[in-house]
């Protein structure tokens, strides 16, 4: 449902050499931990652009796929999981009660652990705005991840013997097309040094803290691989919770002991993938709930600020990160409103560099949302809301709203992450510039259409979302029910 469920050469490609690289590479080690599986991710940025070459060799392909017979991600995830050898169970050890969280989700934690004693780990700049601008409870400490890191050195023991044994894997492997170049050593050398400091930093933090639980929301991001992989070896319960709407590549292989996910489809798109039904837990969603508790503009404000008459549509465009796919919908979004009574809201992605003014500026229907107002500003006051494969489709349709979903033939969609929305059948799903033109003149012309298009989107939001109660409240019975155990 929400990502790739088969294979194509793409995906054969890339966890064929994952796969590769995870067993040549294997006696690279530190503290029982495999380093390669901790450079995954860095490693599929190192053979990104090699792999897209080899996309056009079609013998080459042949031969890999024949080579790993991957035949769905279920079994990419049975082939790539590798488990590190366990460790003295450090749950047994008494008086081990912490719960360990990123700080972005101190607002969870406050709200839910107020009376336990909790480690904020600070890893990246988004960590640390969080907790620097909450008061916390005197239970609560910080960890700085990231200081850690900086000031942890490899022995130089370590640091030869990496070496090494790199060298000595890639002499055996000469002819393998990435691990014979030359400059995969150096590569790799690099890379093992960081991982063995942020295996080192995290090992530190579970074995000299009494940490008892673990809360992440992303395990591609330092510390999230190592801690998923040291609690393992520690057996301490690593808890997934779902904040984005996810990818399958920073998820895979998964390795949680729990994921908490936002409802009936993501389970089902977990069970799909392989993970078992009894280490998935349905929540709704806490960066909603969190949301939701705030206050924005009435449904009128939209209209009153900007003078748009009442008798017009407001249709609201969240943008993508990448510019080609800003730049084509929005000159299909043009093009269908430039003779409707529309008024198209563009609501800039964080991570789009584009400002829009000039095409605000030679259309007069056409407005740039502040970046100084909230999304849920704009979501309240629009009829409708345009997007490829924003999490803002769920927000939208929280709000009631119908959703127009912009599709075209995405050459690197590998993943279907862009298709999302599409096979979901979260609204109206136009595919060129004449049928969103066609769906537009409808949705002027029928308030029947308008009331079909929402109920669409309530019946997408019902299956995404986990409905009544507290998501935050099911997080914390899950976690008193493992601080038991």
Known sequence: ????????????????????????????????????????????SYTKAQLLKKLRHSLYVRQKIKQHRFRSIADVQQKLVRWPRPARPLKRERGRNRI????????????????????????????????????LPKRFEIYRFDSRMRRTSVPLRTRRRLRREIHRICRLKRRHEVFGKTGFPRWLYAQCLTAVKQIHAADALLR???????????????????????????????????????MIAP????????????????????????????????????????????????PQWLRSKWGIPEQQLIIGYTTQTAKWMNDLFLKWLLAAIKDLPVTLVIKRHPKDK??????????PNVIVFPAKHHLYDLLNGIDVLATVSSTTAVEAAMFGKGILVLQTDFPTDYYGCL????????????????????????LIESEDSRRDLAAIGQQFLAETLHQGGSPRKRVRSLVASLLRT
């Not at 904020?120 to 909450?134: F, G, H, M």
């Not at 002991?257 to 078992?276: F, I, S």
């Open 208 to 246: 000299r803290k009494p940490v008892r639980v673990v809360l992440d929301y992303d395990t591609s991001v330092v510390p999230g691989e190592a801690l998923s992989l040291l609690a393992r070896r520690y057996r301490l319960p690593y808890v997934y919770l779902q904040y984005h709407m996810p």
């Open 1 to 44: 449902m929400y990502g790739a469920d088969r294979m194509n050469p793409y995906l054969h490609l890339k966890y064929g050499l994952t796969r590769e690289f995870f067993e040549a590479f294997r006696g690279l080690t530190y503290r029982g931990i495999e380093l390669p599986l901790v450079l995954m991710r860095n490693f599929h």
């Open 251 to 298: 998820l895979l292989p998964f390795r949680a002991a729990y994921y908490c996910m936002w409802g009936k489809n993501y389970r089902e798109w977990l069970q799909n993938k392989g993970v078992p039904a009894a280490r998935i837990r349905e929540i709704g969603s806490i960066r909603f709930e969190e949301a939701f508790k705030g206050s924005w503009k009435s």
């Open 419 to 442: 298709s999302i929305l599409s096979r979901s059948k979260a609204g109206y799903i136009a595919t060129e510039p004449q049928q969103l033109e066609a769906y537009l003149r409808e």
């Open 354 to 363: 584009q400002t829009y003014r000039r095409i605000a500026a030679g259309h």
């Open 100 to 135: 360990l969280l990123p700080g972005r989700l101190v607002f969870l934690a406050k709200k839910q652990f107020p009376k336990h004693r909790v480690i904020l780990t600070v890893s990246n700049r988004i960590d640390w705005d969080a907790v620097k601008k909450t008061k």
